[in-house]
């Protein structure tokens, strides 16, 4: 046990600012929300509806950045600064073309909307407010991969600042173009992916411009920055980023395809959808934020080949969520209905969003186990096994059980969002049953090495 409080407070060193700077950003989609509700219901509709579509996108992004915390974390395990830089160099060129072809892709997919067969209301608003977002991913992607390596390098505090500055930028800017205030345009919803678009940008500039003039990151900044790419870098980044895209992909596309199907319900239905989806991905950014700083430090200690270390970080680092998420998951059980009015006064959508954050408390603790489990096997490198779980857990059962209560038993959201709860549950026991398979096998391997 001193063990595992000993390491549980240089993870939560590493963890407080990637924890907050997660829950930053998504501060920024809750104030979208909040702002947008405050408009119509018919327009935090369309809003969870465009972000639906841009969320399933956006996860082939969070792969790189995940693959550049993780290959950075074994450089600088080893004290390698100039390879380090190289990881730097060559994911930076990965990050804007994977932002401008992401942009495309939805840009080029907004005409096309009206396939996933929503409320005709919705699809006349979304593409407005779709286009903004895509625009917003050509900064955002270099941006957060910047903000990956800084944190894999121990450099998270400035970054973080940089981040909150942002969501503060944004928030000021939704006051202005989503109601017109101080002589702006009242642009509604188009207003907040302005807002979005003009706060990301801001950010990419600002977290460059730290990068380049920060003395404590010199010594692993690239000596070149224009040059061939480095294909074994390039390789590197995807042997970690795809399969860890792949994992993100199956758990955001199951969100997505629920809320497609919660569509059928109505827009109230959809709207609610959306405001427990926002509550349930904010709470999620501590376990999350946690999660992150446990595959930096178990990426750190193989890289310097202390990976018997691993065992208390993972198991510390569970104890952490354990009490965060049951925290949360309590005070949802008490205040859901508060948290509902918080952002509607619509008496049917605040009943609905009432049920809906009560099954959310209860998968709460689940979703933090999961998310600490995988990104602890992350850590190790460990992508393709964790992926065919949670394909299981998501897709197999989740997504089935969750259309056969809403459908057939006509629970209708709630039963979508009950299947889901269930998924989480089944992941979360599969993937640290995993766990604890490789945490054994790398002790066997460090005691021999001991013995040798």
């Not at 904010?282 to 376990?287: G, H």
């Amino acid at each position: 046990m001193p063990s595992v409080l000993r390491q549980n407070k240089k993870t939560l060193a590493l963890a407080l600012p990637i924890m907050v700077g997660h829950v930053s950003q998504m501060l920024l989609g809750l104030a979208d929300t909040v702002m947008i509700g405050r408009v119509g219901t018919t327009e935090l509709a369309s809003a969870a509806f465009a972000n639906v579509i841009f969320n399933t996108f956006f996860v082939a992004a969070i792969g790189l950045f995940i693959a550049v915390s993780v290959n950075t974390a074994y450089e600088h395990g080893a004290k390698r600064d100039q390879e380090a830089a190289e990881i730097l160099r060559n994911s930076l060129s990965v990050a804007v073309f994977i932002g401008i072809s992401l942009a495309l892709i939805l840009c080029a997919l907004n005409p096309l909307l009206y396939i996933f067969k929503q409320p005709e209301s919705v699809t006349i608003l979304a593409p407005k407010y779709l286009f903004w977002l895509a625009l917003s991913l050509i900064p955002a992607v270099p941006a957060l991969t910047v903000k990956s390596f800084c944190e894999a390098k121990d450099e998270p505090w400035v970054v973080f600042w940089i981040m909150l500055a942002g969501v503060a930028l944004n928030v000021a800017l939704n006051y202005l173009l989503i109601f017109g205030n101080l002589g702006f345009p009242r642009l509604e919803l188009v207003g907040a992916g302005v807002a979005t678009f003009i706060s990301r940008m801001t950010v990419l500039f600002v977290i460059l411009y730290y990068l380049t003039t920060s003395k404590r990151l010199a010594s692993c900044l690239p000596k070149k920055w224009i040059g061939w790419l480095d294909e074994e870098k390039i390789v590197s980044l995807f042997k970690v980023g795809s399969p860890t895209t792949g994992q993100l992909t199956i758990a955001f596309g199951s969100f997505s395809i629920t809320a497609l199907l919660v569509g059928q319900f109505g827009n109230t239905a959809l709207a609610a959808h959306q405001i427990a989806l926002t509550c349930t991905a904010l709470i999620f950014m501590f376990p999350l934020g946690i999660g992150v700083a446990v595959s930096i430090r178990v990426g750190h200690c193989i890289g310097c080949k202390e990976a018997e270390t691993c065992h208390p970080i993972t198991w510390g680092a569970h104890i952490i969520s354990f009490i965060i998420t049951g925290v949360f998951a309590i005070s949802l059980i008490l205040f859901s209905p508060a948290v509902a009015r918080g952002f509607s006064t619509d008496t049917n959508l605040v009943e609905l969003s009432t049920s809906l954050l009560k099954i959310v408390a209860l998968f709460l603790i689940f979703d933090g186990a999961q998310a600490i489990s995988m990104s602890a096997l992350r850590g190790m490198r460990d992508v393709i096994i964790p992926t065919i779980l949670i394909f299981f857990s998501f897709l197999v059962f989740a997504i089935p059980f969750g259309a056969l209560l809403a459908f057939k038993l006509e629970y209708g959201a709630r039963g979508l969002w009950i299947g889901l709860a269930a998924g989480l549950a089944l992941g979360a026991f599969l993937l640290t049953a995993r766990l604890k398979q490789k945490l054994k096998i790398l002790r066997g391997l460090a005691k021999g090495l001991k013995q040798n």
